[in-house]
T-cell receptor, first 107, second 114 residues
Framework: RKEVEQDPGPFNVPEGATVAFNCTYSNSASQSFFWYRQDCRKEPKLLMSVYSSGNEDGRFTAQLNRASQYISLLIRDSKLSDSATYLCVVSRNQFYFGTGTSLTVIP | EAGVTQSPTHLIKTRGQQATLRCSPISGHTSVYWYQQALGLGLQFLLWYDEGEERNRGNFPPRFSGRQFPNYSSELNVNALELEDSALYLC?????????????FGEGSWLTVV
């Protein structure tokens, strides 16, 4: 069983839409959780850490449900510049990456 | 503060040759990770080094090897190159000593095997 599973998409949404991504992780001992963003042919970059209490950064909201072992990312008021692949990451010393969810925001 | 640096940016090799990729972590980071990303695919974990020791290895053949130096920089060696080794090789670093540590990537090295 994979450590982290994500719906690969693609998600194609119009500008201004709200879009949500989910991922699940298999090991309950996982300690830290993150969302990364990867643009085409570039390195992944940290978007935000994810906490059980939920956290928000502008138009982005991340949630962690430890009981169900899933992580979510909500993007409100999508912009063209949000088009990218979003990677779910969990860690317990080593970092485990999901395969990513592709988002394209359409004008 | 300098981020993770990788060299070379691009490398072209012929089948059967050896490639060496280099990585310098963020200052203060002791862990270095190597990932392979073939075009259009997800990250595949290769190797993890911490404090000079190999901590874990992904599902890759032994011709993929590496090491971490006393200054925490790292090298990835790929021997007997095959066409399917063509990919973006990403190095990342983190600090295990910090709670909630995150992982930071370099810009990667593009390896093309012809």
């Amino acid at each position: 069983r994979k450590e982290v599973e994500q719906d690969p998409g693609p998600f194609n949404v119009p500008e201004g839409a709200t879009v949500a991504f989910n991922c699940t992780y298999s090991n309950s001992a996982s300690q830290s959780f993150f969302w990364y963003r990867q643009d085409c042919r570039k390195e992944p970059k940290l978007l935000m850490s994810v906490y059980s209490s939920g956290n928000e950064d502008g138009r982005f909201t991340a949630q962690l449900n430890r009981a169900s072992q899933y992580i979510s990312l909500l993007i409100r008021d999508s912009k063209l510049s949000d088009s990218a692949t979003y990677l779910c990451v969990v860690s317990r010393n080593q970092f485990y990456f999901g395969t990513g969810t592709s988002l394209t925001v359409i004008p | 503060e300098a981020g993770v640096t990788q060299s070379p940016t691009h490398l072209i090799k012929t089948r059967g040759q050896q490639a060496t990729l280099r990585c310098s972590p963020i200052s203060g980071h002791t862990s270095v990770y190597w990932y392979q990303q073939a075009l259009g695919l997800g990250l595949q974990f290769l190797l993890w080094y911490d404090e000079g020791e190999e901590r874990n290895r992904g599902n890759f053949p032994p011709r993929f090897s590496g090491r971490q130096f006393p200054n925490y920089s790292s090298e990835l060696n790929v021997n007997a190159l095959e066409l399917e080794d063509s990919a973006l090789y990403l190095c990342a670093s983190s600090s295990l000593q910090r709670s909630g540590n995150t992982i930071y990537f370099g810009e990667g090295s593009w390896l093309t095997v012809v």
